[in-house]
């Protein structure tokens, strides 16, 4: 089986119904996309398929033979991070960063699919992804601020609209 993992072409040895989470992790040592419920219900496995977001915990690596996968190694490096990197860090978007990853993946096809920074929308983009530690305001304001292309200067932190605890879609225990 023969997957494109972060512009390189990359041959799988796994069994066909291996978990591409699986596959990422332990057979290609990528480990940005992490195990978190392995049940399709907290996000923190997503990667891009062919520029959409997936849940690879849910996803049989036999069904992806020549596809193009993209995880968090594969947008930016730390000399040139991608705008939603960026602004995730600008607004401290990521505390302990277990479910980072995931949120940054999804934010990403969001902001290249012409997603706007109307909160209700970005909620919406990322609806399923849990976050235990942010009460999800800084991540839509990065989100946000990636949508309008803002500069995002990774050596400062932006200040908050509020810090009171919002919930996104799906997304609120
Ligand atoms: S680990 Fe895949 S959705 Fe939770
Ligand atoms: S930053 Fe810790 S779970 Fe989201």
């Known amino acids: 089986m023969e997957l494109n993992v972060n512009s390189v ?11 591409l989470l699986t596959v990422l992790r332990e057979e290609l040592d990528i480990t ?4 978190g419920c392995e049940s399709g219900g907290c996000g923190a496995c997503t990667v891009l398929v062919d520029g959409q977001p ?8 036999c069904t992806l033979d020549g596809a193009d996968v993209v995880t968090v190694e594969g947008l930016g490096t730390p000399e040139d991070l991608s705008r939603v990197q960026q ?7 990521a505390q302990c960063g277990f479910c980072s990853d995931g949120m940054v993946v999804a934010a990403t096809a969001y902001v290249n ?13 990322l609806a399923g992804h849990f976050c235990r530690c942010t009460g999800y305001v800084k991540i839509l304001e990065a989100v946000a ?3 309008r292309g803002d500069e995002c200067d990774v050596g400062s932190t932006a200040s908050s609209a509020n810090n009171t605890y919002v919930s996104i879609a799906g997304g609120e225990s």
């Not at 940005?32 to 195990?35: F, T, V």
């Open 9 to 19: 072409a990359r041959t799988v040895q796994s069994p066909p119904l291996t978990s």
């Open 32 to 35: 940005s996309p992490k195990a």
């Open 54 to 61: 997936r849940r690879s915990c849910l996803t049989a690596v």
């Open 87 to 93: 602004a995730f860090i600008h607004h401290y978007a």
């Open 113 to 125: 699919g012409g997603g706007t920074d109307d909160t209700d929308a970005i909620g919406e983009a």
């Open 145 to 147: 601020a990636a949508a």
